[in-house]
Nanobody
């Protein structure tokens, strides 16, 4: 079983930046593609970004393209989501998910067998 723990969320002003981390333990994290998702109150889960097993391919939702960057560090068993130019509509609980699948088409979260509990991001002045 792969355990995922997110961190790095918090309160940030509009236009600000945050970097979220997702640490995987229990199984070899490098065998999995990693996706980041978010869910705002009253809204559906939204796929934000995905990075492939090898780390050579990334996919982004249109809503974050050009503002968010997903990356991973195999030595640290960690995936990151660097978020810039944050806006109030980015406010949500962000969580990561991992599984052995391709990132093409930004797979929905129910395709992933491993998910973390998330970290809250609030964008407000």
């Amino acid at each position: 079983q792969l355990q995922l723990v997110e961190s790095g969320g918090g309160l940030v002003q509009p236009g600000g930046s945050l970097r979220l981390s997702c640490v995987g333990t229990g199984r070899t994290f490098g065998y999995f593609a990693v996706g980041w998702f978010r869910q705002a109150p009253g809204k559906e889960h939204e796929g934000v970004a995905c990075i492939s097993i090898r780390g050579d391919s990334t996919v982004y939702a249109d809503s974050v393209k050009g503002r968010f960057t997903i990356s991973r560090d195999y030595a640290k068993n960690t995936a990151y989501l660097y978020m810039t130019k944050l806006q109030p509509e980015d406010t949500a609980r962000y969580y990561c998910a991992a599984d052995n699948l391709p990132c093409e088409g930004l797979p929905p979260d129910n395709w992933y067998g491993n998910r973390g509990r998330g970290t809250q991001v609030t964008v407000s002045s």
